[in-house]
């Protein structure tokens, strides 16, 4: 058994860059611990994360704001505030923000990530405003 307090002990907020677009910062709430990764992770209007997978899948609990979420073949789905997205295993995904609103979510990751190439801007939904 591990106890972690709050974020993790020491570690600053990071804006992401080489895997997301626009302004993403996230916050570690825990190091990478057997294999699983938790973050809290804010989203700028806009702001999204590249086409990646996860190892053994990934867990998304959305705690403020609008967005989307796309699983490769499909077409992107509203997630907003109070909604929770399971992706399994080593399906191909990205998920970001609203045209409209900021996101918050927090990620958890179970084993290893992989990192595709960016969603093109012109592939990224609009519609979906503040409200």
């Known amino acids: 058994m591990k106890v972690f307090h709050g974020r993790a002990d020491g ?6 860059g080489e895997t997301f677009s626009g302004t993403v910062w996230a916050d570690p709430v825990m190091p990478p611990t057997d ?4 973050n809290t ?7 999204r994360t590249y086409w990646h997978t ?8 959305v705690t403020a704001g609008k967005g989307w979420i796309c699983k490769e073949g499909e077409a ?7 909604d929770i997205v399971f992706i399994g295993p080593n399906e191909r995904h990205w998920h970001g923000a609203s ?3 900021y996101m918050v979510h927090i990620a958890t990751s179970i084993g290893k990530a992989t990192w595709q190439e960016e969603v093109a801007e012109a592939d990224y939904p609009k519609g979906l405003d503040a409200r």
């Open 11 to 16: 570690k600053m907020s990071e804006q992401r």
């Open 35 to 38: 294999g699983v990764t938790i």
């Open 41 to 47: 992770v804010f989203f700028a209007p806009r702001g």
């Open 54 to 61: 996860h190892e053994h899948g990934q867990v998304l609990q």
């Open 76 to 82: 992107p789905q509203e997630i907003r505030q109070g």
């Open 99 to 101: 045209d409209g609103s």
